[in-house]
Nanobody, 114 residues
Framework: QVQLVESGGGLVQPGGSLRLSCAAS????????MAWYRQAPGKQRELVAD???????NYVDSVKGRFTISRDNAKRTVYLQMNSLKPEDTAVYYC????????WGQGTQVTVSS
C-alpha cells in the first residue's frame, strides 16, 4: 500500500526557515524521481522542486536559491529545506513521485506571516 506522509510545516515569519520531510512506504523509493508540490488557497497545485534518482534537482523559478530538495534512500525520505520564506510561499505542501503520480498524502501546511 502506497503511503506518503509529509511533516514539518508550521507558522513562520517572513525570512524564516522550515524543513519539510516526506516518508514513503509501499514503493521502490530509490528508483523513483520524487518531487514536492504545493497548493495555495484558490490556486492549482504546482510542482515546486524535483529530484532525480541520480540526485540532480530542478526548481520552479520562484523558489530558486531559497529551497533545496534532497533525499535519503536508506530512510525512504525526501526533504525540502525552505529558507528566506515569503508570504507567497504559504500553501499546503505535498510530496509525490514526479510522474506518474501516486496517491496523495495529507500534506503539511506552511504559513508565512508576521
Amino acid at each position: 500500500q502506497v503511503q506518503l506522509v509529509e511533516s514539518g510545516g508550521g507558522l513562520v515569519q517572513p525570512g524564516g526557515s522550515l524543513r519539510l520531510s516526506c516518508a514513503a512506504s509501499g514503493i521502490p523509493f530509490s528508483i523513483y524521481d520524487m518531487a514536492w508540490y504545493r497548493q495555495a488557497p484558490g490556486k492549482q497545485r504546482e510542482l515546486v522542486a524535483d529530484i532525480h534518482t541520480s540526485g540532480s534537482t530542478n526548481y520552479v523559478d520562484s523558489v530558486k536559491g531559497r529551497f533545496t530538495i534532497s533525499r535519503d534512500n536508506a530512510k525512504r525520505t525526501v526533504y525540502l529545506q525552505m529558507n528566506s520564506l515569503k508570504p507567497e510561499d504559504t500553501a499546503v505542501y505535498y510530496c509525490n513521485r514526479k510522474r506518474p503520480l501516486l496517491t496523495w498524502g495529507q500534506g503539511t501546511q506552511v504559513t508565512v506571516s508576521s
